[in-house]
């Protein structure tokens, strides 16, 4: 049910953490993996894990014959730091720190080229500051070629950067879109499973009021459904609340991530039109100022691509996993630590209830009509007797038998769906006294009193299906189904464009500052040649000039 509930869930707030962490310096890859881990365990439980948790007052078990299985074990065959290196051959587990490590280990490339830049870029700009300072004697060389390619240059990069923020904006939309539909349906699942169990709560609570005749159910019974009607609604309040406040934490998240994205792409774009055009018009002294912005910048975008690379990759992971948990949902796997769906306890006392008090209701309506109904007692004998007469009454079909499997309906008896119908042929015309004044066994009263019972033992038993959903995980299965289905494609996709558009844009400004560097190299050498050329021009006409004036 509330499966995904976020994956994404679950990897909403995991991206926004990963991206901030990340985005702060300091022991980037630890700290990333150190907090997805602790996040990824936390939310995943929150989110993944609340419906299936609704009912939770007992603890899963070992069933035999149960096979441990390896979730997503081919995509999550990576390399493990902690590892020596080696092959992660466990398959996917967010409790696993040897899992969270080999994902973020996925984003040591990028985290590489974001080191050797802020290093390798930072060391030429010392080197270009050394040799502007300290060497006076500067030789200028201008070539036409050079300078018409790194104007060339300057001008590709910029529109690259264009495309970048394009293809990251574009996709941080789609993203948010995606998550907010996925958030959606499982808060939706949530709600209607909350709604559910406060009905079979509602329904066991107004079989306790049911009277025929003066006759009720037995008072033990009516005990055990105060118990059970008492955890029912505590965990659909529970689970109510849990995905309020869930809910409200992945709006935040998805509203803090659309703003850093948005913010990425238009400091980045901002950045590259006005260094270029800036490097264009002739404003040098500015330039190495956007110089070292964006060499920050440009390191710290590298950073947040691995961030989300690995965001990529874990929302990749956990959707196969949930695919393949699908296939085959009684094996034991990493999966059992957020959803326990065996032999859930309270799930199985409401079912069981519920099921008995169906049962008892259809056996209370059946001794009204064998003792009441279809008797014909003494004028003597009150208050049973009110003048019945006529055809006897059909007994209404239980659905369960003793042991509360279900059982087939024979000839002779209504079901809950025509038992309305058939009964109604039975009521007599009565006097104020309450006596039958034509052929009939049944009053208006005994009718409405049989008809509300039999209403409230036929939603006991249409909500057995659900019940069963709860205890043996069918629910689950369906909505990580349908999350897997209909949701995961679009978020592993809108998460792809989202990195790669982060990727497009701090390669870009990363050319893109270099070109910057060259042109405003070639730019000075080229305003310097011209002068000297003017220089040198002048010079010879004031020369040629004094010897025509001495002749």
Same mark, same amino acid.
């Given at each position: 049910?509330?499966?995904?509930?976020?994956?994404?869930?679950?990897?909403?707030?995991?991206?926004?953490?990963?991206?901030?962490?990340?985005?702060?310096?300091?022991?980037?890859?630890?700290?990333?993996?150190?907090?997805?881990?602790?996040?990824?365990?936390?939310?995943?439980?929150?989110?993944?894990?609340?419906?299936?948790?609704?009912?939770?007052?007992?603890?899963?078990?070992?069933?035999?014959?149960?096979?441990?299985?390896?979730?997503?074990?081919?995509?999550?065959?990576?390399?493990?730091?902690?590892?020596?290196?080696?092959?992660?051959?466990?398959?996917?587990?967010?409790?696993?720190?040897?899992?969270? +490590? @080999?994902?973020?280990?996925?984003?040591?490339? *990028?985290? =590489?080229?974001?080191? &050797?830049? #802020?290093?390798?870029?930072? $060391?030429?700009?010392?080197?270009?500051?050394?040799?502007?300072?300290?060497?006076?004697?500067?030789? +200028? @060389?201008?070539?036409?070629?050079?300078?018409? *390619?790194? =104007?060339?240059?300057? &001008?590709? #990069?910029?529109?690259?950067? $264009?495309?970048?923020?394009?293809?990251?904006?574009?996709?941080?939309?789609?993203?948010?879109?995606?998550?907010?539909?996925?958030?959606?349906?499982?808060?939706?699942?949530?709600?209607?499973?909350?709604?559910?169990?406060?009905?079979?709560?509602?329904?066991?609570?107004?079989?306790?009021?049911?009277?025929?005749?003066?006759?009720?159910?037995?008072?033990?019974?009516?005990?055990?459904?105060?118990?059970?009607?008492?955890?029912?609604?505590?965990?659909?309040?529970?689970?109510?609340?849990?995905?309020?406040?869930?809910?409200?934490?992945?709006?935040?998240?998805?509203?803090?991530?659309?703003?850093?994205?948005?913010?990425?792409?238009?400091?980045?774009?901002?950045?590259?039109?006005?260094?270029?055009?800036?490097?264009?018009?002739?404003?040098?002294?500015?330039?190495?100022?956007?110089?070292?912005?964006?060499?920050?910048?440009?390191?710290?975008?590298?950073?947040?691509?691995?961030?989300?690379?690995?965001?990529?990759?874990?929302?990749?992971?956990?959707?196969?996993?949930?695919?393949?948990?699908?296939?085959?949902?009684?094996?034991?796997?990493?999966?059992?630590?957020?959803?326990?769906?065996?032999?859930?306890?309270?799930?199985?006392?409401?079912?069981?209830?519920?099921?008995?008090?169906?049962?008892?209701?259809?056996?209370?309506?059946?001794?009204?009509?064998?003792?009441?109904?279809?008797?014909?007692?003494?004028?003597?004998?009150?208050?049973?007797?009110?003048?019945?007469?006529?055809?006897?009454?059909?007994?209404?079909?239980?659905?369960?038998?003793?042991?509360?499997?279900?059982?087939?309906?024979?000839?002779?008896?209504?079901?809950?769906?025509?038992?309305?119908?058939?009964?109604?042929?039975?009521?007599?015309?009565?006097?104020?006294?309450?006596?039958?004044?034509?052929?009939?066994?049944?009053?208006?009263?005994?009718?409405?009193?049989?008809?509300?019972?039999?209403?409230?033992?036929?939603?006991?038993?249409?909500?057995?299906?659900?019940?069963?959903?709860?205890?043996?995980?069918?629910?689950?299965?369906?909505?990580?189904?349908?999350?897997?289905?209909?949701?995961?494609?679009?978020?592993?996709?809108?998460?792809?464009?989202?990195?790669?558009?982060?990727?497009?844009?701090?390669?870009?400004?990363?050319?893109?500052?270099?070109?910057?560097?060259?042109?405003?190299?070639?730019?000075?050498?080229?305003?310097?040649?011209?002068?000297?050329?003017?220089?040198?021009?002048?010079?010879?006409?004031?020369?040629?000039?004094?010897?025509?004036?001495?002749?």
């Amino acid at each position: 049910m509330l499966g995904v509930q976020s994956v994404a869930t679950l990897l909403l707030l995991i991206s926004t953490l990963l991206f901030i962490s990340l985005s702060h310096g300091g022991s980037l890859l630890p700290r990333l993996l150190h907090q997805a881990n602790h996040q990824a365990q936390g939310i995943i439980g929150d989110l993944l894990g609340g419906t299936a948790r609704l009912l939770i007052e007992g603890e899963s078990i070992d069933l035999p014959g149960n096979s441990s299985m390896i979730l997503a074990e081919n995509r999550t065959d990576r390399r493990d730091p902690l590892d020596g290196f080696r092959h992660y051959t466990g398959g996917w587990n967010i409790s696993n720190k040897h899992y969270i +490590y @080999s994902v973020g280990f996925t984003a040591v490339p *990028l985290l =590489l080229v974001a080191a &050797i830049w #802020f290093l390798g870029f930072g $060391l030429c700009l010392c080197f270009i500051c050394i040799c502007h300072f300290c060497l006076r004697r500067q030789h +200028y @060389s201008y070539s036409r070629l050079t300078y018409g *390619l790194s =104007l060339g240059f300057l &001008i590709l #990069f910029t529109i690259a950067v $264009l495309t970048g923020s394009i293809v990251l904006h574009t996709g941080q939309g789609m993203f948010h879109g995606s998550t907010e539909s996925t958030m959606k349906y499982v808060v939706k699942q949530a709600d209607d499973t909350a709604r559910k169990l406060r009905n079979v709560s509602d329904d066991l609570n107004a079989a306790k009021g049911i009277e025929m005749d003066q006759m009720f159910l037995p008072s033990q019974v009516q005990n055990n459904i105060d118990s059970v009607t008492k955890k029912v609604n505590a965990s659909a309040s529970t689970l109510q609340s849990e995905t309020e406040h869930n809910s409200h934490k992945i709006r935040h998240a998805l509203n803090v991530l659309r703003i850093v994205l948005i913010t990425i792409a238009a400091v980045m774009l901002l950045l590259a039109f006005l260094g270029s055009l800036l490097s264009i018009l002739g404003y040098q002294s500015l330039v190495p100022i956007l110089v070292i912005v964006g060499w920050i910048l440009v390191a710290l975008t590298f950073i947040s691509s691995g961030a989300f690379l690995v965001l990529h990759n874990l929302m990749g992971d956990t959707c196969v996993a949930m695919d393949e948990w699908v296939q085959n949902p009684t094996a034991h796997s990493a999966l059992d630590d957020i959803l326990p769906c065996v032999d859930n306890a309270t799930a199985q006392e409401t079912l069981y209830w519920s099921k008995d008090v169906s049962s008892d209701l259809v056996g209370l309506i059946n001794k009204y009509i064998g003792n009441v109904s279809n008797s014909d007692p003494q004028p003597s004998i009150s208050p049973s007797y009110y003048n019945q007469s006529g055809p006897l009454v059909p007994l209404l079909c239980s659905q369960y038998h003793l042991n509360r499997s279900d059982q087939e309906c024979t000839g002779s008896e209504v079901n809950f769906d025509n038992a309305s119908e058939e009964w109604r042929k039975y009521i007599c015309q009565v006097s104020e006294d309450g006596i039958c004044t034509s052929v009939g066994r049944l009053r208006p009263e005994s009718y409405n009193q049989m008809m509300a019972a039999v209403n409230i033992s036929n939603s006991l038993y249409n909500y057995g299906a659900f019940l069963v959903g709860l205890q043996d995980c069918s629910l689950v299965r369906e909505t990580f189904r349908k999350i897997t289905r209909d949701h995961c494609p679009r978020l592993r996709l809108h998460s792809k464009w989202i990195y790669v558009g982060m990727v497009m844009v701090s390669s870009a400004v990363m050319l893109l500052l270099i070109s910057w560097v060259v042109y405003a190299r070639d730019k000075r050498h080229r305003m310097y040649m011209m002068q000297m050329a003017r220089f040198v021009a002048f010079s010879n006409q004031d020369h040629s000039s004094k010897i025509v004036s001495s002749q």
